[in-house]
């Protein structure tokens, strides 16, 4: 049976409340982006057995006239993937691409020479593709390309990878906001079919915290052959964390070392409020337009 390994997808390196919680995440880093020293710094804080994957952010190519064309630009990005990936000690690299790399051949090719040059030894390497890319093509690129594609275990027409690593990921988006506990069961389904030995599995939505909890007790739950028996708590918040015990799981624990006195921005990056804060206003504003429905 698969081994799945559950986390949320955070905008920042966790602190050590989450990794007590939670073996991994994905950090998508937001503008400015920080430096990979920046990054180092905060990942010595989370122990060695902590999973990291690093969401390489679009804009640093898909802002461009010219996507993924070589030249320095585009150097500079590989640059800052590659380091900060470094820094991180990441698992995986993972790379979301939109309409932006078409099914085109001139943009398979840049794309294949994109994720060979982010690529590095024992590190994963995931293509995250949207816009016009259909199932069976994503599957054959990424086999081209020698990389794995981001697996979603809700879509039906999603194609299954094979070999004995993959990666999951659940985003919402549209009409899928967010995920119940009815959903998350049916993704461990789906995710304990595949025939690979070990996994990791993010999930990106406004509650992604408690989502990825969730997950992570049904998966563990169906690994020892024991049954989900209820999703909500005695008061009828959603099981798992509390909303102030969530609110301490990412949290921003100073740095040994002072940041760069010159880079106020980074600084920023590294004192930004609490992500899970934004996850409990969004619960309250569920509330409020439930009550007046």
Do not use: K
């Not at 799945?4 to 050590?16: A, N």
């Not at 989370?46 to 996507?67: C, I, N, S, Y």
């Not at 980074?266 to 992500?275: L, N, R, T, V, Y």
């Amino acid at each position: 049976m698969s081994t799945w390994i559950v986390g949320s997808c955070l905008d920042r390196v966790p602190g050590r409340r989450y990794a007590a919680r939670l073996p991994f995440a994905e950090v998508a880093p937001r503008r400015p982006l920080p430096r990979p020293a920046t990054l180092a710094r905060s990942r010595a804080r989370l122990g060695e057995d902590f999973r990291v994957a690093l969401v390489a952010p679009r804009t640093l190519w898909a802002e461009h006239v010219a996507p993924l064309r070589p030249g320095p630009e585009l150097d500079d990005v590989v640059t800052w993937i590659r380091d900060a990936a470094s820094a991180l000690r990441a698992r995986a690299v993972v790379v979301p691409t939109g309409s932006e790399v078409s099914t085109s051949l001139r943009d398979r090719e840049r794309l294949a020479v994109l994720l060979e040059r982010i690529s590095d030894a024992g590190r994963l390497t995931v293509w995250a593709p949207t816009g016009l890319w259909e199932p069976d093509e994503v599957a054959e690129q990424a086999a081209r390309m020698g990389v794995l594609f981001a697996y979603d275990p809700l879509d039906p027409s999603a194609p299954r990878p094979g070999g004995p690593t993959a990666y999951a990921r659940l985003r919402a988006g549209g009409a899928r906001r967010r995920f119940g506990t009815e959903a998350l069961q049916s993704a461990a389904v789906a995710l304990a079919e595949l025939a690979c030995d070990e996994g990791l599995v993010a999930i990106d939505s406004p509650s992604s915290l408690r989502e990825a909890t969730t997950l992570a007790r049904i998966v563990s739950q169906s690994l020892s052959g024991n049954r989900l028996e209820s999703s909500r708590d005695d008061d009828g918040g959603e099981d798992g964390a509390s909303e102030d015990e969530e609110a301490a799981w990412v949290d921003d624990e100073p740095d040994d070392e002072p940041a760069d006195a010159d880079d106020d921005d980074e600084e920023s990056w590294e004192d930004d409020p609490d992500p899970s804060d934004d996850e409990d206003e969004e619960d309250d504003e569920d509330e409020g337009d439930e009550r007046e429905r």
